[in-house]
């Protein structure tokens, strides 16, 4: 049943974001957080819909450790958002975890989605749940990132279609019966708004299509099959693969349009960024499905 397979997805990539919560200590690194919780998702029994990231400070988002050893220092504010699916079935949740004296923005997002939730039913206008969560925030002085936004999510579609923003952009798209969305607020003491910043790391298929060399050819088979259109990391392939042949195929697949390359996502004028996001049903009540109950 399809709705079961969301509900597991959904369920655990509650634990495992729980589970990297935890984890996430001054001096622990990131790298081994993030690959700890990626093993957790797939030991109870799904799979990562996209590399855990972990988005420090006045990064907001698409930042997933690479070679580099990341230590967690005192005050950062650490932005842990973690997918998991089950046959593309997807539950998508982040969480802010606070090391230092960053209580009042962490409060921001995190009050805006639990105020976005309870408005949520079918009909709802999708500027009228981003008027509630830029309200939110700003009440407590600080600013939604505008440029950033929930999203309905279909089988192995992490982003489909319906954009839900985080401010009254005054689209009146109605939500329906039955949607799964994720809703993620981001607060910020900035001006609001991300940037590309560096490349990421993280990659997804926007195109496939026949590739010549066979090298390349191999990989994209695997990656084909292995994370079909989710987006996956650079270091997953270096498990399997050498890293002559991993740099080579992702260069030659990302000149061929096949692969998308992500930015990281930097607040424009380095103010912190909090988050926080629910993947829910669109129902008269709605039913959250990242929750541990």
Known sequence: ???????????????????????????????????????????????????????????????????????????????????????????????????????????????????????IKPGIKVNEIGKVIEKTIKEFGFSPVRNLSGHSIQEYEEHAGIT????????????????????????????????????????????LKPVRDNIARELLRFIAQEYKTLPFARRWLLKKFPGFKVNFTLRILERENILHHYFQLPEKSHGLVSQHEYTLIVKDKPKILTKIE
């Open 164 to 207: 839900i923003p985080n401010y009254d952009n005054k689209d009146e798209t109605e939500l329906e019966d039955g949607q799964v969305i994720a809703i993620e607020p981001f607060a910020t003491n900035g001006i609001g708004l991300v940037e590309d910043g560096k490349l990421s790391n993280i990659y997804k298929i926007i195109n």
């Open 1 to 119: 049943n399809k709705m079961d397979n969301w509900e597991l997805a959904a369920k655990i990539s509650a634990q495992a974001l729980e589970y990297g919560t935890k984890l996430i200590k001054v001096d622990a690194s990131m790298k081994n957080v993030v690959e700890k919780v990626e093993a957790k998702i797939i030991e109870l029994g799904a799979k990562p819909a996209f590399p855990v990231q972990i988005s420090l400070n006045e990064m907001a988002a698409h930042f997933t450790p690479n070679d580099e050893d990341i230590k967690f220092k005192e005050n950062d504010l650490a932005k842990l958002d973690v997918g998991a699916h089950v046959d593309g079935a997807i539950g998508d949740n982040a969480i802010t975890i606070d090391l230092g004296n960053n209580k009042e923005l962490v409060k921001a997002s995190e009050l805006a989605l639990k105020e976005a939730v309870k408005v």
